[in-house]
């Protein structure tokens, strides 16, 4: 049984869908931590990290991707641009649509995100046998699961 907090409801302290969130928000706090220095937060880094896994993509493919709506990711590219993170241009098939794709700078961006990132993983397994670790990972997708169905 978890130490009790009187700041935390003694129900939530058990409830895992409290608990997932509060792990998501220390780890989101980790990796802001790590990422300021350079400007950067998650979620500038998260379409950075988008556009460095598939390479260059429209705009509105980018939304598709991510859970980020149309308004905030156009926020969010805005600041990319300028800081010379990204770079759009027009779409050769569809004149509306713009191409993004990562600068070079852009680059070393996501492998600065992919550094902090994995950095902040490995810190919330400290202490786990590869054996746990993946029981977790195992037992938290079946909880994504279960929320979505």
Known sequence: ??????????DATVAPGYLANHAARVFNRLIDTALRPYGLSLSLIAPI???????PMLQRDLVRSSAVKQPAMVA????????ALIRRSPS?????????????KGQEAALRGRD?????????????????????IQLLQRLIDNFES
């Open 49 to 55: 990290m988008l556009l460095s896994w598939k390479g």
């Open 1 to 10: 049984m978890p130490e009790q907090d009187d700041h935390i409801h003694p």
């Open 76 to 83: 969010l590219l805005d600041k990319l641009e300028a800081m």
């Open 92 to 104: 050769f098939t569809d004149r509306r649509a713009a191409m993004v794709e990562l600068t070079s």
């Open 116 to 136: 902090a990132l994995l950095a902040a993983n490995a810190k919330g397994l400290e202490g786990f046998s590869s054996k746990d670790a993946a029981t977790l």
